[in-house]
């Protein structure tokens, strides 16, 4: 029999139980991609899935099989080409997306019709989001209590990638969309490879490095000039690794840092746990408390804000940071975050939806778990009044200034003692804000107030 197996945020060959399944099934199996123009081509995440694309069908290539890529909605080129194939079933990994996950249900539905199963599978996620249950029988809505419960029942079963595939080629006789997702042009995404290689292969050796210094972690990861955190997210966002391969090589080590990177892949779960249970929170606060939370319209400032113009330089530092290089370090994200809903008092949505433009990890679950929890609207127990100091955050965790001379090349021959707030020392730079867009006190006090209106 023929079946498809359809490619979306699954793109690798080992660990990937629906892809294992459908060559399992059947003798044929014609491998796709389908453009569904779902980011606009400025998107920073399209940049990395058109390499990474390119590493997946290089991979298929070197095994005797074609990847097959196609523009085009599903709901109109599945059922075609699964009839020019005479295919069975077309098989995927679910997407833990609320809305995607829908969408594949009335897909199923749709192919049905035509006598084609969709076939779901796992993979993508560790935990069953379904059936985790608190002992009362109540959503965790708080990290910890979750991470203890869902760690327990964690289980990865290794598969290895197929070693032979299958060249199942486009039927003839049918004009079929076909397309290669493009690197964007002008190169305006040539930052983004200096650290980082899509594909599976340098997914796996990222771990494998990463792991094996995991153990300065625990001190390290907080430093934005170390750089010392794993970088996988966007390998772990287009499913170049499963998170079940990460979960198994770093319980093998079983050391501090070991478990508090363990920790981290616990809050990318808790992010689609939660996605799972309030499918609402990507355009509502978590806590409807909030809704009548006061937020200032500001455009201007939100742009100085996006190009790193607010005068604050750790804020500044890591919104370039985002623009050249498509990431930017936990700690800053925090502490952008922060500033941006906080001090400058703008709606955490239009800061999730730049990160979504600008980041080429942008995942729904974890981007909207990450902004919701900095500006407290609800989420986990993060408390609204919490609102990061910027100035003594750098001074804190760049001490020497390395991360912002690396981006503010402006202020590279400022001491260590003012570069991280030169208006406090008097010190004036061109081509750099004299002061802060919003003063730091007035700032954080309009916050606390306005989120104590909300109180009740
Ligand atoms: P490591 O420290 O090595 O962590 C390992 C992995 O754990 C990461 O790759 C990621 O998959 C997961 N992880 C780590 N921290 C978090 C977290 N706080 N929430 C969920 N998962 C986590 N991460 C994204 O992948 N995509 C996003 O769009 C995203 N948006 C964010 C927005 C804000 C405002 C904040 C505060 C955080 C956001 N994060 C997001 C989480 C985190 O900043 C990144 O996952 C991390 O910086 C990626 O670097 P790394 O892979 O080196 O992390």
């Keep these: 029999?023929?079946?498809?197996?359809?490619?979306?945020?699954?793109?690798r060959l080992a660990d990937n139980p629906g892809l294992a399944?459908?060559?399992?099934?059947?003798?044929?199996?014609?491998f796709v991609y389908l453009d569904e123009q779902t980011q606009a081509p400025y998107d920073a995440s399209r940049a990395w899935l058109s390499r990474s694309l390119q590493a997946l069908a290089a991979d298929i290539a070197a095994r005797g099989g074609v990847l097959n890529v196609l523009t085009g909605r599903a709901e109109a080129l599945l059922p075609r080409l699964a009839a020019a194939l005479?295919?069975?079933?077309?098989?995927?990994?679910?997407?833990?997306?609320?809305?995607?996950?829908?969408?594949?249900a009335r897909l199923a539905k749709t192919l049905l019709h035509?006598?084609?199963r969709l076939l779901r599978n796992g993979g993508r996620v560790l935990t069953d989001a379904d059936r985790l249950r608190s002992k009362s029988e109540t959503v965790y809505r708080v990290f910890t209590p979750f991470y203890k419960a869902a760690?327990?029942?964690?289980?990865?079963?290794?598969?290895e990638a197929p070693t032979h595939l299958s060249a199942v080629q486009l039927p003839e006789g049918e004009d079929w969309p076909t397309t290669e997702v493009r690197s964007p042009r002008p190169a305006w995404d040539l930052g983004f490879w200096q650290h980082s290689t899509p594909g599976e292969r340098a997914a796996h050796l990222r771990l494998e490095a990463f792991l094996g210094e995991v153990d300065g972690y625990?001190?390290?990861?907080?430093?934005?000039?170390?750089?010392?955190?794993?970088?996988?997210?966007?390998h772990l966002h287009f499913g170049e690794i499963s998170p079940g391969r990460v979960l198994a090589q770093t319980r093998a080590i079983g050391s501090a840092g070991a478990d508090?990177?363990?920790?981290?892949?616990g809050w990318r779960e808790f992010a689609y746990y939660v996605l799972y249970h309030w499918p609402q929170s990507t355009s509502c606060n978590f806590n409807p408390r909030f809704d009548s939370l006061q937020w200032r319209e500001d455009p201007e400032g939100l742009s100085a804000w996006a190009q790193g113009r607010t005068g604050v330089p750790l804020v500044d530092a890591g919104m370039r940071q985002l623009w050249h290089e498509g990431r930017m370090h936990n700690r800053v994200r925090m502490v952008v975050a922060s500033w941006l809903t906080k001090h400058m008092g703008i709606h955490w949505q239009e800061g999730a939806k730049w990160f979504m433009h600008t980041l080429v990890d942008a995942d729904l679950a974890n981007n909207t778990l990450g902004w919701q929890w900095v500006a407290g609207t609800g989420v986990d127990a993060a408390p609204y009044f919490r609102i990061f100091n910027p100035v003594s955050q750098s001074q804190k965790f760049d001490p020497s200034g390395e991360y912002l001379r690396r981006w503010l090349p402006e202020l590279a021959a400022l001491d260590n003692r003012s570069i991280h707030a030169p208006w406090m020392s008097g010190v004036s730079v061109r081509g750099y804000p004299a002061k802060p867009i919003v003063d730091l006190q007035t700032g954080r006090q309009d916050a606390l107030d306005r989120f104590a209106r909300t109180a009740r």
């Design 1 to 11: 029999s023929t079946g498809i197996y359809w490619f979306r945020r699954d793109l």
């Design 21 to 30: 399944r459908a060559l399992a099934m059947h003798e044929a199996v014609f």
């Design 86 to 104: 005479g295919a069975e079933a077309v098989h995927v990994s679910t997407l833990h997306e609320p809305d995607a996950d829908a969408r594949d």
């Design 114 to 116: 035509e006598g084609v």
């Design 151 to 159: 760690l327990g029942t964690w289980r990865h079963v290794a598969v």
């Design 218 to 234: 625990v001190e390290a990861r907080d430093y934005p000039g170390q750089d010392a955190t794993s970088r996988l997210s966007a």
């Design 260 to 265: 508090k990177f363990l920790a981290e892949i």
